[in-house]
């Protein structure tokens, strides 16, 4: 039996600081500062105020990263959106 590696297994909490760069749900261009919730080699997680969709792809700037170092930019795509009671978006990406 073959297994396929789950890339979660090796997500991280970490809050670095995050620049967020894209278009918003209505067409516009959008950016936003938040910071991760986790963080690994594959994608982040972060909450978003600018409501986004699914697929859409974004530019993250990471600073002060335990696992990317004082800087990283990154090209991404948006794999998971949901709204928590607070009304505040969780985002989940990929890096492209």
């Given at each position: 039996m073959v297994r396929t590696p789950r890339y979660d297994r090796e997500r991280e909490r970490e809050k670095s600081k995050l620049s967020v760069k894209g278009t918003d749900s209505k067409g516009?261009?959008?950016?936003?500062?938040?910071?991760?919730?986790?963080?690994?080699?594959?994608?982040?997680?972060?909450?978003?105020?600018t409501p986004i969709w699914?697929?859409?792809?974004?530019?993250?700037?990471?600073?002060?990263?335990s696992l990317f170092g004082p800087t990283h930019s990154a090209q991404a795509k948006v794999v998971r959106v949901k709204v928590d009671p607070d009304k505040r978006?969780?985002?989940?990406v990929r890096f492209d």
């Open positions: 516009a261009p959008f950016q936003e500062e938040t910071e991760t919730i986790d963080i690994s080699e594959t994608g982040i997680s972060f909450y978003l105020t699914v697929d859409s792809h974004l530019k993250i700037d990471i600073t002060s990263s978006q969780f985002v989940a």
